[in-house]
């Protein structure tokens, strides 16, 4: 079992910068692969950055490359999302997620989501 509580969503203006964390309880952390995943009011939930299941590699979605980093640290059980240059569109609720299986993009992959945490861009 995984639990994930995420955190450091606000309010920010356009032009921005916010670092989501995500704090995971259970021995088994590092087993997991994890990502972020963002859902807007009347929006599906959608991918944004994900490591693969050897944390060799990373994947961003078109429309958050070269803005976010993802990065995780084991030893503190926590995995990160950097995010700048913020734009309005950029605001979801964020969820942090980990799975043990291949497939990075498609959220039914994932076993274990936390609550999430509000993004709000102004403009």
């Known amino acids: 079992q995984v639990q994930l509580v995420e955190s450091g969503g606000g309010l920010v203006q356009a032009g921005g910068s916010l670092r989501l964390s995500c704090a995971a309880s259970g021995r088994t952390f590092s087993s997991y692969a994890m990502g972020w995943f963002r859902q807007a009011p009347g929006k599906e939930r959608e991918f944004v950055a994900a490591?693969?299941?050897?944390?060799?590699?990373?994947y961003y979605a078109d429309s958050v490359k070269g803005r976010f980093t993802i990065s995780r640290d084991n030893a503190k059980n926590t995995v990160y999302l950097q995010m700048n240059s913020l734009k309005p569109e950029d605001t979801a609720v964020y969820y942090c997620a980990a799975r043990n299986v291949a497939g990075i993009y498609n959220a039914l992959n994932y076993d274990y989501w936390g609550q999430g945490t509000q993004v709000t861009v102004s403009s």
């Open positions: 490591f693969t299941r050897s944390d060799r590699s990373t």
